[in-house]
Protein backbone atom coordinates (compact mmCIF):
# COMPACT_ATOMS: atom_id res chain seq x y z
CA UNK A 1 0.00 0.00 0.00
CA UNK A 2 1.21 3.55 -0.90
CA UNK A 3 -0.16 7.38 -0.11
CA UNK A 4 0.25 10.15 -2.29
CA UNK A 5 -0.07 13.52 -1.12
CA UNK A 6 0.11 16.36 -3.38
CA UNK A 7 -0.67 19.98 -2.02
CA UNK A 8 1.53 22.81 -0.88
CA UNK A 9 4.10 23.30 1.98
CA UNK A 10 6.64 21.12 3.29
CA UNK A 11 4.77 17.51 2.48
CA UNK A 12 8.51 15.47 3.39
CA UNK A 13 7.98 16.75 6.81
CA UNK A 14 4.29 15.64 7.18
CA UNK A 15 4.44 12.35 5.38
CA UNK A 16 8.37 11.41 7.50
CA UNK A 17 6.08 11.40 10.20
CA UNK A 18 4.09 8.45 9.04
CA UNK A 19 6.73 6.45 6.93
CA UNK A 20 10.50 6.02 6.81
CA UNK A 21 10.20 5.92 3.08
CA UNK A 22 9.43 8.90 1.64
CA UNK A 23 9.49 9.69 -2.55
CA UNK A 24 9.31 13.40 -3.91
CA UNK A 25 7.36 12.15 -6.91
CA UNK A 26 6.47 15.47 -8.78
CA UNK A 27 6.07 18.99 -8.18
CA UNK A 28 3.71 19.20 -5.24
CA UNK A 29 3.65 15.38 -4.50
CA UNK A 30 5.42 12.68 -2.22
CA UNK A 31 4.59 9.41 -2.36
CA UNK A 32 5.43 7.44 1.00
CA UNK A 33 5.51 3.64 1.75
CA UNK A 34 2.18 2.92 3.68
CA UNK A 35 2.72 -0.73 4.33
CA UNK A 36 2.35 -1.94 7.83
CA UNK A 37 -0.02 1.29 8.96
CA UNK A 38 -2.83 -0.31 8.93
CA UNK A 39 -1.76 -2.25 12.70
CA UNK A 40 -1.75 1.23 14.14
CA UNK A 41 -4.91 2.90 11.85
CA UNK A 42 -6.75 -0.23 10.38
CA UNK A 43 -8.57 0.44 6.96
CA UNK A 44 -6.84 2.53 4.48
CA UNK A 45 -10.32 5.05 5.22
CA UNK A 46 -8.53 5.37 8.85
CA UNK A 47 -4.89 5.82 7.36
CA UNK A 48 -6.28 8.60 5.19
CA UNK A 49 -8.14 10.43 7.54
CA UNK A 50 -4.91 9.96 10.04
CA UNK A 51 -2.77 11.88 7.61
CA UNK A 52 -5.39 14.41 6.89
CA UNK A 53 -6.15 15.48 10.76
CA UNK A 54 -2.33 15.66 11.07
CA UNK A 55 -1.92 17.84 7.63
CA UNK A 56 -4.80 20.14 8.76
CA UNK A 57 -2.51 20.56 12.48
CA UNK A 58 -0.10 21.90 9.89
CA UNK A 59 -2.56 23.98 8.31
CA UNK A 60 -1.91 22.47 4.80
CA UNK A 61 -4.69 21.68 2.40
CA UNK A 62 -3.29 18.46 0.40
CA UNK A 63 -5.07 15.14 -1.63
CA UNK A 64 -4.51 12.15 -0.52
CA UNK A 65 -4.45 8.61 -1.93
CA UNK A 66 -4.02 5.48 -1.42
CA UNK A 67 -3.57 2.16 -3.95
CA UNK A 68 -1.60 -0.90 -4.23
CA UNK A 69 1.64 1.06 -6.56
CA UNK A 70 3.22 4.38 -6.50
CA UNK A 71 1.73 5.40 -9.66
CA UNK A 72 -2.03 4.71 -9.28
CA UNK A 73 -1.66 6.89 -5.96
CA UNK A 74 0.34 9.89 -7.58
CA UNK A 75 -2.31 10.16 -11.01
CA UNK A 76 -5.46 9.69 -8.49
CA UNK A 77 -3.86 12.68 -5.87
CA UNK A 78 -3.05 14.57 -8.64
CA UNK A 79 -6.33 14.39 -10.68
CA UNK A 80 -9.23 13.58 -7.76
CA UNK A 81 -9.92 16.29 -4.94
CA UNK A 82 -10.39 15.01 -1.59
CA UNK A 83 -9.49 11.55 -0.09
CA UNK A 84 -8.85 8.40 -3.07
CA UNK A 85 -8.74 4.82 -1.72
CA UNK A 86 -7.69 3.13 -5.44
CA UNK A 87 -8.96 -0.39 -5.23
CA UNK A 88 -7.18 -3.22 -6.37
CA UNK A 89 -7.42 -4.68 -8.77
CA UNK A 90 -9.83 -2.10 -10.40
CA UNK A 91 -7.42 0.91 -10.48
CA UNK A 92 -7.98 1.06 -14.28
CA UNK A 93 -11.51 1.44 -14.25
CA UNK A 94 -11.27 3.54 -10.79
CA UNK A 95 -8.61 6.18 -12.49
CA UNK A 96 -10.02 5.58 -16.50
CA UNK A 97 -11.65 9.47 -16.64
CA UNK A 98 -8.22 11.06 -15.34
CA UNK A 99 -6.93 13.40 -18.62
CA UNK A 100 -3.87 11.61 -20.19
CA UNK A 101 -1.81 14.94 -19.62
CA UNK A 102 -1.45 13.85 -15.93
CA UNK A 103 0.69 11.43 -16.92
CA UNK A 104 3.03 14.18 -18.41
CA UNK A 105 3.86 12.81 -21.27
CA UNK A 106 6.45 14.53 -23.80
CA UNK A 107 5.57 17.08 -26.06
CA UNK A 108 5.51 15.06 -29.40
CA UNK A 109 3.64 12.06 -27.91
CA UNK A 110 0.93 14.47 -26.20
CA UNK A 111 0.54 16.05 -29.75
CA UNK A 112 0.55 12.60 -31.27
CA UNK A 113 -2.56 11.19 -28.58
CA UNK A 114 -4.61 14.20 -29.04
CA UNK A 115 -4.46 14.26 -33.15
CA UNK A 116 -5.84 10.08 -32.36
CA UNK A 117 -8.59 11.79 -29.68
CA UNK A 118 -6.69 9.92 -26.39
CA UNK A 119 -8.44 12.05 -23.99
CA UNK A 120 -8.35 10.39 -20.88
CA UNK A 121 -6.83 7.06 -19.04
CA UNK A 122 -9.29 4.50 -20.29
CA UNK A 123 -8.75 5.67 -23.97
CA UNK A 124 -5.15 4.94 -23.61
CA UNK A 125 -5.51 1.75 -22.09
CA UNK A 126 -8.29 0.50 -24.65
CA UNK A 127 -5.33 0.61 -26.98
CA UNK A 128 -3.73 -2.55 -28.25
CA UNK A 129 -0.14 -2.87 -26.67
CA UNK A 130 1.49 -4.34 -29.75
CA UNK A 131 0.49 -1.42 -32.07
CA UNK A 132 1.57 1.19 -29.08
CA UNK A 133 4.45 -0.36 -28.92
CA UNK A 134 5.30 0.10 -33.01
CA UNK A 135 3.96 3.57 -33.14
CA UNK A 136 4.85 5.41 -29.63
CA UNK A 137 7.87 2.76 -28.80
CA UNK A 138 8.55 2.68 -24.93
CA UNK A 139 7.10 5.06 -23.73
CA UNK A 140 3.89 4.47 -25.29
CA UNK A 141 3.90 1.34 -23.39
CA UNK A 142 4.87 2.99 -20.08
CA UNK A 143 2.21 5.43 -20.71
CA UNK A 144 -0.33 3.07 -21.24
CA UNK A 145 0.77 0.59 -18.31
CA UNK A 146 0.39 3.40 -15.75
CA UNK A 147 -3.17 4.22 -17.53
CA UNK A 148 -4.09 0.62 -16.43
CA UNK A 149 -2.43 1.33 -12.68
CA UNK A 150 -0.47 -1.75 -12.98
CA UNK A 151 2.90 -0.34 -13.03
CA UNK A 152 5.32 -1.62 -10.06
CA UNK A 153 7.78 -0.09 -8.93
CA UNK A 154 9.76 0.67 -5.92
CA UNK A 155 9.84 4.51 -4.20
CA UNK A 156 13.36 6.12 -4.49
CA UNK A 157 13.63 7.26 -0.92
CA UNK A 158 14.56 10.89 -0.27
CA UNK A 159 18.27 11.02 0.92
CA UNK A 160 18.38 13.99 3.00
CA UNK A 161 21.63 15.48 3.84
CA UNK A 162 24.03 14.03 7.03
CA UNK A 163 23.78 16.67 9.61
CA UNK A 164 26.51 15.74 12.43
CA UNK A 165 25.51 18.17 15.55
CA UNK A 166 25.04 17.89 18.67
CA UNK A 167 23.95 19.77 21.84
CA UNK A 168 23.73 20.27 25.65
CA UNK A 169 21.76 22.49 27.49
CA UNK A 170 23.31 23.01 30.70
CA UNK A 171 21.52 22.32 34.25
CA UNK A 172 23.84 25.37 35.90
CA UNK A 173 25.72 28.24 34.49
CA UNK A 174 29.25 26.43 33.65
CA UNK A 175 32.13 29.61 33.85
CA UNK A 176 35.69 27.93 34.18
CA UNK A 177 37.09 26.82 30.80
CA UNK A 178 38.39 23.62 32.26
CA UNK A 179 34.88 22.74 32.94
CA UNK A 180 33.79 23.44 29.85
CA UNK A 181 37.00 21.29 27.92
CA UNK A 182 34.97 18.22 29.66
CA UNK A 183 31.79 19.03 28.18
CA UNK A 184 33.11 19.91 24.49
CA UNK A 185 34.86 16.51 24.86
CA UNK A 186 32.25 14.64 25.58
CA UNK A 187 30.35 15.91 22.08
CA UNK A 188 33.56 15.58 20.06
CA UNK A 189 33.87 12.12 21.10
CA UNK A 190 30.23 11.52 20.01
CA UNK A 191 30.58 13.38 16.63
CA UNK A 192 33.85 11.76 16.22
CA UNK A 193 32.30 8.13 16.66
CA UNK A 194 29.32 9.10 14.48
CA UNK A 195 31.80 10.12 11.58
CA UNK A 196 34.05 7.12 12.17
CA UNK A 197 30.91 4.75 11.43
CA UNK A 198 30.53 6.47 8.28
CA UNK A 199 33.89 6.15 7.08
CA UNK A 200 33.92 10.27 6.96
CA UNK A 201 36.16 12.50 8.47
CA UNK A 202 36.10 16.57 9.42
CA UNK A 203 37.63 19.27 7.78
CA UNK A 204 35.93 22.09 9.72
CA UNK A 205 34.29 22.80 12.86
CA UNK A 206 31.42 25.08 14.48
CA UNK A 207 31.03 26.07 18.21
CA UNK A 208 28.26 28.03 19.47
CA UNK A 209 27.94 28.91 23.03
CA UNK A 210 24.95 30.62 24.90
CA UNK A 211 25.39 32.67 27.10
CA UNK A 212 24.06 33.48 30.77
CA UNK A 213 23.40 37.04 29.83
CA UNK A 214 21.44 35.95 26.10
CA UNK A 215 24.20 36.68 24.12
CA UNK A 216 25.94 33.66 21.22
CA UNK A 217 29.86 32.97 21.36
CA UNK A 218 30.91 31.24 17.96
CA UNK A 219 33.88 30.23 16.66
CA UNK A 220 35.36 28.13 13.87
CA UNK A 221 37.70 26.04 13.23
CA UNK A 222 39.31 24.97 9.57
CA UNK A 223 41.32 21.82 9.63
CA UNK A 224 44.66 21.62 6.81
CA UNK A 225 43.17 17.77 6.04
CA UNK A 226 40.15 15.92 6.85
CA UNK A 227 41.05 13.79 10.08
CA UNK A 228 39.35 12.37 13.46
CA UNK A 229 41.90 13.01 16.09
CA UNK A 230 39.41 14.25 18.50
CA UNK A 231 42.66 15.20 21.03
CA UNK A 232 43.97 18.03 18.64
CA UNK A 233 40.36 19.38 17.85
CA UNK A 234 39.83 19.93 21.81
CA UNK A 235 43.42 21.56 22.34
CA UNK A 236 42.32 23.81 19.72
CA UNK A 237 38.81 24.94 21.00
CA UNK A 238 40.67 25.31 24.34
CA UNK A 239 43.62 27.48 22.80
CA UNK A 240 40.70 29.26 21.02
CA UNK A 241 38.51 30.26 23.90
CA UNK A 242 41.64 30.93 25.96
CA UNK A 243 42.46 33.96 23.28
CA UNK A 244 38.83 34.91 22.85
CA UNK A 245 36.99 33.82 26.20
CA UNK A 246 33.44 33.78 26.08
CA UNK A 247 31.99 37.28 27.86
CA UNK A 248 29.70 35.57 30.28
CA UNK A 249 28.71 32.16 31.70
CA UNK A 250 27.56 29.12 29.41
CA UNK A 251 24.07 27.96 29.80
CA UNK A 252 24.14 26.43 26.11
CA UNK A 253 26.28 24.37 23.67
CA UNK A 254 26.07 23.16 20.23
CA UNK A 255 28.87 21.64 18.47
CA UNK A 256 28.78 20.64 14.37
CA UNK A 257 31.06 19.60 11.93
CA UNK A 258 31.15 19.09 8.21
CA UNK A 259 31.51 15.79 6.98
CA UNK A 260 33.87 14.47 4.00
CA UNK A 261 35.52 11.64 3.05
CA UNK A 262 39.20 11.33 4.28
CA UNK A 263 42.37 12.35 2.73
CA UNK A 264 44.57 9.16 2.14
CA UNK A 265 48.32 10.54 1.57
CA UNK A 266 51.71 8.22 0.80
CA UNK A 267 55.20 9.84 1.30
CA UNK A 268 57.84 8.66 -1.02
CA UNK A 269 60.91 6.84 -0.28
CA UNK A 270 63.31 9.40 -0.49
CA UNK A 271 61.43 12.84 0.55
CA UNK A 272 61.31 13.65 3.84
CA UNK A 273 58.60 13.16 6.66
CA UNK A 274 56.44 15.88 7.17
CA UNK A 275 54.26 16.59 10.60
CA UNK A 276 51.17 15.70 10.45
CA UNK A 277 49.11 18.13 9.39
CA UNK A 278 46.53 18.54 12.57
CA UNK A 279 49.54 18.21 14.83
CA UNK A 280 51.33 20.84 12.79
CA UNK A 281 47.99 23.45 13.33
CA UNK A 282 48.01 22.47 16.74
CA UNK A 283 51.83 23.60 17.19
CA UNK A 284 51.03 26.65 15.30
CA UNK A 285 47.99 27.75 17.62
CA UNK A 286 50.20 27.20 20.39
CA UNK A 287 52.88 29.73 19.15
CA UNK A 288 50.43 32.41 18.16
CA UNK A 289 49.17 31.85 21.89
CA UNK A 290 52.82 33.58 22.90
CA UNK A 291 53.76 35.15 20.25
CA UNK A 292 50.79 36.27 19.03
CA UNK A 293 48.21 35.95 16.50
CA UNK A 294 49.80 38.54 13.98
CA UNK A 295 53.45 37.27 14.24
CA UNK A 296 52.77 33.99 12.94
CA UNK A 297 51.85 32.33 9.64
CA UNK A 298 53.11 32.44 6.34
CA UNK A 299 54.36 35.76 5.11
CA UNK A 300 52.60 37.09 2.11
CA UNK A 301 53.99 40.02 -0.21
CA UNK A 302 52.71 43.11 -0.80
CA UNK A 303 51.18 44.99 -4.48
CA UNK A 304 54.08 47.40 -3.90
CA UNK A 305 57.78 48.10 -4.44
CA UNK A 306 58.05 49.33 -0.81
CA UNK A 307 61.01 47.01 0.15
CA UNK A 308 59.98 44.31 2.42
CA UNK A 309 56.58 44.81 2.53
CA UNK A 310 54.66 41.83 3.90
CA UNK A 311 51.97 40.43 5.71
CA UNK A 312 51.21 37.65 7.59
CA UNK A 313 48.28 35.27 6.70
CA UNK A 314 47.29 32.06 7.84
CA UNK A 315 49.45 29.42 7.60
CA UNK A 316 47.91 26.37 5.95
CA UNK A 317 50.78 23.68 5.09
CA UNK A 318 49.39 23.03 1.46
CA UNK A 319 52.78 23.21 -0.34
CA UNK A 320 53.92 19.53 -0.98
CA UNK A 321 57.68 20.02 0.01
CA UNK A 322 60.40 17.23 -0.62
CA UNK A 323 63.94 17.23 -1.26
CA UNK A 324 65.45 18.57 -4.07
CA UNK A 325 68.80 16.39 -4.72
CA UNK A 326 71.93 18.76 -4.78
CA UNK A 327 73.06 17.74 -8.45
CA UNK A 328 69.47 18.45 -10.23
CA UNK A 329 69.50 22.10 -8.36
CA UNK A 330 73.00 23.03 -9.68
CA UNK A 331 71.87 22.05 -12.91
CA UNK A 332 68.92 24.12 -13.22
CA UNK A 333 71.09 26.95 -12.15
CA UNK A 334 72.48 28.70 -15.72
CA UNK A 335 74.91 30.93 -14.08
CA UNK A 336 76.45 31.72 -10.53
CA UNK A 337 74.88 34.83 -8.98
CA UNK A 338 75.07 36.91 -5.70
CA UNK A 339 73.16 36.68 -2.54
CA UNK A 340 72.26 39.43 -0.60
CA UNK A 341 71.79 38.25 2.89
CA UNK A 342 70.10 40.93 4.72
CA UNK A 343 70.53 42.33 7.89
CA UNK A 344 67.27 42.33 10.18
CA UNK A 345 67.12 45.28 11.45
CA UNK A 346 68.66 46.76 8.83
CA UNK A 347 71.97 48.65 10.45
CA UNK A 348 72.23 52.01 11.29
CA UNK A 349 75.43 53.74 9.58
CA UNK A 350 77.23 56.87 9.14
CA UNK A 351 78.65 57.12 5.69
CA UNK A 352 80.67 60.06 4.41
CA UNK A 353 79.91 61.61 0.70
CA UNK A 354 82.91 62.09 -1.62
CA UNK A 355 81.47 64.07 -4.95
CA UNK A 356 78.12 63.01 -4.22
CA UNK A 357 78.76 59.11 -3.66
CA UNK A 358 79.56 56.84 -0.57
CA UNK A 359 83.09 57.20 -0.06
CA UNK A 360 83.55 55.72 3.58
CA UNK A 361 81.25 53.91 5.29
CA UNK A 362 80.98 52.78 9.48
CA UNK A 363 78.23 50.85 11.10
CA UNK A 364 78.27 47.73 13.34
CA UNK A 365 81.12 45.51 12.63
CA UNK A 366 81.89 47.41 9.08
CA UNK A 367 84.46 49.79 8.50
CA UNK A 368 86.19 50.84 5.52
CA UNK A 369 86.80 52.95 2.68
CA UNK A 370 84.43 52.87 -0.29
CA UNK A 371 86.57 51.79 -3.79
CA UNK A 372 83.70 51.45 -5.94
CA UNK A 373 80.11 52.17 -6.57
CA UNK A 374 77.02 51.45 -8.07
CA UNK A 375 74.10 53.39 -8.11
CA UNK A 376 72.00 55.29 -7.09
CA UNK A 377 68.63 53.78 -7.68
CA UNK A 378 65.74 56.39 -6.31
CA UNK A 379 62.86 54.87 -5.34
CA UNK A 380 58.98 56.19 -3.55
CA UNK A 381 55.39 55.02 -3.42
CA UNK A 382 52.37 55.25 -1.78
CA UNK A 383 52.57 59.25 -2.05
CA UNK A 384 48.59 59.37 -1.59
CA UNK A 385 48.38 57.64 1.70
CA UNK A 386 49.77 58.67 5.10
CA UNK A 387 52.44 56.12 4.56
CA UNK A 388 54.69 57.78 1.96
CA UNK A 389 58.27 56.29 1.38
CA UNK A 390 61.27 57.27 -0.65
CA UNK A 391 64.44 55.55 -0.54
CA UNK A 392 68.15 55.93 -2.28
CA UNK A 393 69.90 52.28 -2.90
CA UNK A 394 73.81 52.22 -3.25
CA UNK A 395 75.99 48.75 -3.98
CA UNK A 396 79.44 49.37 -2.85
CA UNK A 397 82.81 47.82 -2.34
CA UNK A 398 84.65 48.06 0.67
CA UNK A 399 89.02 48.70 0.71
CA UNK A 400 88.62 44.98 2.95
CA UNK A 401 86.90 43.22 -0.44
CA UNK A 402 83.10 43.42 1.05
CA UNK A 403 79.94 44.11 -0.83
CA UNK A 404 77.26 46.17 0.59
CA UNK A 405 73.72 46.87 -0.06
CA UNK A 406 72.97 51.06 1.47
CA UNK A 407 70.39 52.87 1.57
CA UNK A 408 69.02 56.49 2.40
CA UNK A 409 65.69 57.32 3.62
CA UNK A 410 64.75 60.65 5.88
CA UNK A 411 65.54 58.36 8.94
CA UNK A 412 69.39 58.28 7.04
CA UNK A 413 71.86 55.99 6.48
CA UNK A 414 71.62 52.30 6.79
CA UNK A 415 73.41 49.02 5.61
CA UNK A 416 70.34 46.41 4.10
CA UNK A 417 72.57 43.47 3.89
CA UNK A 418 76.09 42.12 2.90
CA UNK A 419 76.54 39.89 -0.85
CA UNK A 420 77.68 36.25 -0.13
Partial sequence: MFACLYGSGDLTALASEFSPVVERSAPGAVTLDASGLDRLFGFPQSIAAAIARRAAEYGLDIRIALAANPDAAIAAARGLAGISIVPQGDEAKFLGMLPVALLDPSPELRETLDRWGIRCFRDLA???????AERLGAEGLRLRE?????AVRKLLPVEEPLRFESELELEYPVELLESLAFLLARLLNGLATRLATRALATNEL???????????????LRFPVPSLDTKAFLKLLQLDLEAHPPAAAVVHVWMGVNP??????QSGLFAPLAPEPVAL???????KAIAGEDRVGSPELLDTHRPG????????????????????????????????RRFRPPLQAQVSLASDHPGFVAAKDIRGKVLDYAGPWRMSGDWWTTYSWWRE???VALAGGELYRLYREPGGWFVEGGYD
Avoid: Y
Avoid at 126 to 132: A, E, F, N, S, V
Fill in 309 to 340: AFRMTEFTGGGKGGACPTQACLTKTSSIRLAL
Fill in 146 to 150: LALGQ
Fill in 206 to 220: HLRLKLENRETHESG
Fill in 260 to 265: VKPQAA
Fill in 393 to 395: EWD
Fill in 126 to 132: LLPPLGI
Fill in 281 to 287: KLTIERV
